[in-house]
Every structure is written in C-alpha cells, then in structure tokens.
C-alpha cells in the first residue's frame, strides 16, 4: 500500500532553518501536504504542493520534486512555539478523501 | 464559525460497551472525514462523507464500526463492542468540496478513547 516517511525527530535551535524531509511512493500520487500538531491539538493544515517547486507561506515553505517522490518542508526563524509534530500526507489513487498521512516528525526547537 | 465540534473530548469505557462519538463539521463543508490516531503515529483515516453520502471506508474499519451523516450537517460514529485496541484519539476533520487540498482540511480537537 501507499506510504510515507519522514524522520521521527529533529532538534534545532532557535532562530535556525530546519528541513523537514517526506518520501512518497509514487504510483496514484496526486499532491503532498503539510500538517502541524502541536501536543494534545488538532493537525492545522500548513501547504499544499500540486506540482514541482517552492511554495512560499511566511516562515514556512514546502518544496516538492514528483521526478523523485519527495518534498520536504523548510521552517525558517525558528521560535519556540514552532515545536510539535509536523506531517505529510498524500492522496493516492481515485480516492478523494483518503489522505494518507506519515508517522510525523517531533521537532524540538531549543532556546 | 467555531470550526470543528467534536463531543465528547474524552471517553471512558468498558469492554465490550459500545460508545458514540459527535461530529459538528464548519457549516459550510459538505466534505466530513474520520480518523484515527494513536500516540507517536499519523492520522489514520477511516471514512468519509460528501454531504450525505458515505463514499469511502477504510478497509481497517471492521464491521463493529459505523459512521453516519444524515442530513449532510452533524456526523456520528457509533463503535460498537469495543475492544481495547480501540483505546485511541478520534478525529473529525471537514473541507470544502472544491479545494480540499488548496485549503486543507480543518481537523476538530479529537475524541479521547480510553477502553479499560
């Protein structure tokens, strides 16, 4: 089946950049998005990448390459309040509503 | 708008109990979704609505769970015999129809499902 992976964990200090990293099986893909949780909260949705290339939202940019099944999201300036789990999720197939979602990276940004 | 109600936040029960679980979507999406998420894990998803109309379930959904929408606003999910391995967090998200990936989903707060 469908899946993706991302790193578990990644540290960072504040004010510094951080690369978030997704692989995707590519057979169906139609798209990868970003999601953020912070512990206990709801995933709020971050980006959306449709085709190849940066998209830019704030401090927050999400990349993605279809010729290689992969995208990652960049956080930079990173503050305090950026810590929690961030997700990719793709949709595969003729399903329009089955997001599939990876396991998530924590990031713990420190003082 | 309040975004995404979902009742109650936490539930304890027994084995064996069946429970049910609220979903009140953004009064403007005719998309509703459920998932499922447990500790270190991703959302996993289990079924979705457009409108009324259920249109996808997870194969990992077993007969014991169903979920319903019958007027196309509020949802339920009704798990029934509940079994320890259903101790998990259950999401309710919703999106509008078109630009469901353009505009993301917006996840509710969860349902805490304990099973003792």
């Known amino acids: 089946g469908q899946s993706l992976e991302q790193p578990s964990e990644v540290t960072a200090v504040e004010g510094a950049i951080v690369q978030i990293n997704c692989t995707y099986q590519?057979?169906?893909?139609?798209?990868l998005s970003w999601y953020q949780q912070h512990d206990g909260g709801a995933p709020t949705f971050l980006s959306y990448?449709?085709?190849?290339g940066l998209e830019e939202t704030g401090r927050f940019s999400s990349f993605l390459s279809r010729s290689d099944s992969y995208g990652y999201l960049l956080l930079q300036e990173l503050q305090m309040k950026d810590s929690a789990s961030y997700f990719c999720?793709?949709?595969?197939?003729?399903?329009?509503?089955?997001?599939?979602f990876g396991k998530g990276t924590k990031l713990s940004v420190k003082p | 708008d309040t975004g995404v109600s979902q009742d109650p936040r936490h539930k304890i029960t027994k084995r064996g109990q069946n429970v049910t679980f609220r979903c009140d979507p953004i009064?403007?999406?005719?998309?509703l979704y459920w998932y499922r998420q447990t500790l270190g894990q991703g959302p996993e998803f289990l079924t979705y609505?457009?409108?009324?109309?259920?249109?996808?379930k997870s194969r990992l959904l077993s007969d014991r769970f169903s979920a319903e929408r019958p007027k196309g606003s509020f949802s339920t999910l009704e798990i029934q015999r509940t079994e320890q391995g259903d101790s998990a967090m259950y999401l309710c998200?919703?999106?509008?129809?078109?630009?469901?990936?353009?505009?993301?989903?917006?996840f509710g707060s969860g349902t805490r499902l304990t099973v003792v």
């Open positions: 998200a919703s999106s509008l129809d078109a630009g469901q990936f353009l505009y993301g989903y917006t």
């Open positions: 590519t057979s169906g893909f139609y798209g």
């Open positions: 990448n449709a085709l190849d």
């Open positions: 999720a793709a949709l595969y197939g003729g399903s329009q509503g089955n997001l599939i």
């Open positions: 009064s403007e999406h005719n998309r």
């Open positions: 609505f457009q409108n009324e109309a259920q249109l996808e």
